[in-house]
């Protein structure tokens, strides 16, 4: 059907705007003979091939200003707040509006957590005094026993889960072990909305002005993404199907343990 449209409207080239999924469907049609070109729009920020993608940015905005809310209530409740955030099988999202909303747990699916040392965090914090403990918690989140299993035997977990999300199991969980209350805060879906951030009106700017060059070069089938702050074109050939994720390794991890934020890990 979309290439029956694409003939019948005798296009010269589409540009296709999305995340990973459009980027394979993207990439199918490139096979097919059609001339596409490729955007990486994703709040996911997970697409491989570009150190950012448009649309991540506004949603890190959104995602802080839920921690930040969250904070306001949490200086006069001594509670566990649990911030479940979008990023579908990736942490960058919760990484970044961890930080940026002085979380102070964050846990991601590239980390896998211990549900012992995630309460040994809160804990610390309860004997230093402080009252409140926030965590950031991406929706893929997974803990290390469910990383040990294979994907069927995950899958057949899941299945018999009485939870709706990740955010709630651990609320549970942390009652037990910890006796503290805790409440929830999923933004949902509002952190797919709203207007765009600055930042990423400029970036989805640049991106279209040099996917606007590359049709009038022929240049078809390619990404635009970007690299070191500099816009570059990508062979959808290389990049479709893969994702990026964040390197447990990397140094923004090392610089959040550094100030005190605890990844459940250790």
């Known amino acids: 059907a979309m290439k029956q449209t694409y003939y ?9 705007l999305g995340g990973n999924g459009t980027q394979k469907t993207a990439n199918l049609l490139r096979e097919e003979g059609l001339n596409i070109i490729h955007l990486p729009k994703t709040i996911d920020n997970d697409i491989f091939g570009t150190d950012m993608t448009f649309g991540f940015q506004s949603a890190v905005n959104i995602a802080t200003n839920a921690i930040d809310c969250i904070h306001t209530t949490a200086t006069s409740h001594g509670r ?6 979008m990023g579908h099988k ?3 999202l919760t990484l970044h509006a961890g930080i940026a909303g002085g979380a102070d747990i964050i846990l991601i699916p590239e980390i896998p957590y211990d549900i012992k040392k995630v309460c040994a965090a809160i804990e610390k914090r309860n004997k230093a005094g402080k009252r409140f403990t926030i965590l950031a918690v991406a929706e893929g989140a997974i803990s290390k026993e469910d990383a040990a299993l294979s994907k069927k035997e995950l899958k057949e977990k899941k299945a018999k889960k009485k939870y709706p999300s990740v955010a709630y199991e651990l609320a549970e ?4 072990k910890t006796d503290k209350e805790v409440r929830i805060t999923v933004p949902g879906h509002t952190q797919r909305g709203g207007s765009p951030c600055a930042y990423d009106r400029v970036l989805a700017t640049r991106l279209g002005a040099e996917a606007s060059r590359a049709i009038l070069e022929g240049d078809f089938g390619c990404m635009v993404g970007t690299r070191n702050q500099e816009i570059i074109r990508v062979p959808l050939s290389e990049v479709a199907g893969k994702l990026k994720y964040v390197d447990p390794k990397a140094s923004i991890i090392d610089e959040a343990k550094t100030i005190g934020i605890s990844f459940g890990d250790e």
């Open 80 to 85: 566990v707040f649990i911030v479940e955030i």
């Open 90 to 92: 990736v942490g960058s």
């Open 173 to 176: 969980k942390i009652q037990e």
């Open 8 to 16: 019948k409207l005798c296009l010269d080239c589409l540009v296709i």
